[in-house]
């Protein structure tokens, strides 16, 4: 019987050893493992991308190949930054606007100073905190203008130049206004935010087209 003792609490012992391997640190018994059990590690997560609406681009507009203005054939007087042709009205080539020789030197500076915004987008608010800005409003444009002739001090709203200068056609600048929109006729040349040929809003650019002048009071500015 001692023997059969001896032998029962041997066993005992050894079954106990084993849980005890069988068990960490901390008394949390050990599962089976295989290399073949090895967890492959989850794969990084792609970047958010935000998607956003991108409008269909505007039909690019043909060069403008003839000079406009009085004549056709006034010969240019000078190029580059100050562009100018003779005779009383602006003519247009390829954008740009060539101040008239007999223009007022307010005027020609006025239609320098717009060349230099042409490839300037259309931007709702822009021109108005400060003259100077990365896209114009067509408010906005009018006023850099004016500005630029030494005919006004301060950005103006559409609103606002219902009461600009005096009533009626100018004999160099033509401001004509409405609630929501505003343009120029600058010695003869349209400056305008919106492409009539093609609709939408451009920004700042010269055209020798007019437009309806339906429901827009007409102003200029004192003495112009």
């Not at 606002?160 to 056609?169: A, N, S, V």
């Amino acid at each position: 019987m001692l023997m059969i003792a001896l032998m029962i609490s041997a066993a005992v012992s050894a079954s106990a050893q084993d849980n005890e391997k069988s068990r960490g640190a901390f008394g949390v018994t050990l599962q089976p493992f295989s290399a073949g059990d090895i967890i492959a590690p989850a794969r990084r997560a792609e970047p958010l991308r935000i998607a956003y609406y991108s409008p269909r681009p505007q039909p690019a507009a043909p060069a403008d190949t003839a000079d406009g203005g009085e004549e056709e054939s006034s010969p240019i007087l000078s190029s580059g930054s100050r562009p100018m042709i003779a005779g009383g009205r602006a003519a247009l080539r390829n954008g740009v606007a060539y101040a008239p020789a007999r223009a007022p030197a307010n005027v020609q500076n006025a239609i320098w100073a717009v060349n230099t915004l042409r490839r300037k987008p259309y931007r709702w608010g822009g021109g108005h905190g400060s003259f100077y800005d990365g896209g114009y409003d067509c408010s906005g444009t009018v006023s850099f203008a004016l500005h630029s002739a030494g005919l006004l001090t301060t950005p103006m709203p559409s609103s606002d130049f219902l009461l600009y200068g005096e009533r009626g056609r100018g004999r160099w600048i033509t401001v004509y206004s409405r609630r929501g929109h505003t343009f120029a006729i600058i010695a003869g040349l349209r400056l305008d935010t919106t492409d009539l040929r093609y609709g939408g809003d451009v920004g700042p650019r010269w055209y020798l087209e007019s437009r309806d002048t339906s429901g827009f009071a007409a102003r200029h500015p004192t003495g112009w």
